[in-house]
């Protein structure tokens, strides 16, 4: 089974960064995702991470540490506009499951002047 | 491209009505998933289909919720008998294919379903 933990909320302030954090314990692993959710509308995928170390996609980061079940992403040079909840996803390796994603409970970022 | 569209946006109901939901993927897309969005729950996963055939029901949502998915650009979801506690937003999402190892699921805006 699946377990994707995030906290509730973070702050940070603009022009600085904010860490995502999530924890996940698996029976098996084939990827990770992040998803950005403002209020009111549905998900935006981010980014999908299945390697360790750090990819950088310029405004959003993501990291993964497979052997420890953790994953961060970092946002930089934040705006006001980022204040969103950002989700937490992971992919079953169980091949009857697909495409199946398993979500955390998402952070509620609040990016404030 | 049109992306997920889903109907109606918004679904009032009485306690005990049946109501049904409508999705339209993303052409070309295999895979359709409904989730159902809460602020305590979060998103919970509620059918997954792979090229038309189910491959998960839900679990603890099986007894009152029935998707179904009768031509690859078409699912319904639909709740009988409704309760209070079905009051949350219904999210219906595609994916091009899972063999590929394509990760992003598209979303569609969503149903915000209130039972009275």
């Known amino acids: 089974g699946q377990g994707v933990e995030q906290p509730d909320n973070l702050m940070s302030v603009e022009g600085t960064f904010a860490r995502v954090n999530c924890t996940y314990s698996t029976s098996g692993f084939n990827g990770l995702s992040w998803y950005q959710q403002r209020e009111g509308h549905a998900p935006v995928f981010l980014s999908y991470?299945?390697?360790?170390g750090l990819k950088d996609s310029g405004h959003f980061s993501t990291f993964l540490s497979r052997s420890n079940g953790y994953s961060y992403l970092l946002l930089t040079e934040l705006q006001i506009k980022d204040s969103a909840s950002y989700l937490c996803?992971?992919?079953?390796?169980?091949?009857?499951?697909?495409?199946?994603?398993?979500f955390g409970g998402g952070t509620r970022l609040t990016v404030r002047p | 491209d049109a992306g997920v569209t889903q109907t109606p946006r918004h679904e009032v109901a009485e306690k005990g009505q049946t109501i049904i939901l409508k999705c339209e993927p993303v052409?070309?897309?295999?895979?359709l998933f409904w989730y159902r969005q809460t602020k305590i729950q979060g998103l919970e996963l509620l059918s997954y289909f792979r090229s038309k055939s189910l491959m998960e029901d839900g679990g603890a949502f099986k007894d009152r919720f029935k998707a179904e998915m009768l031509n690859s650009s078409f699912s319904t979801l639909k709740i009988q008998p409704t309760e209070p506690k079905d009051s949350a937003v219904y999210l219906c999402a595609s994916s091009p294919d899972w063999a590929y190892n394509y990760a992003e699921q598209f979303f569609g805006p969503g149903t915000r379903l209130t039972v009275l």
């Open positions: 991470v299945v390697l360790d």
């Open positions: 052409s070309g897309h295999n895979d």
């Open positions: 996803a992971v992919r079953d390796r169980n091949n009857n499951a697909g495409a199946k994603l398993t």
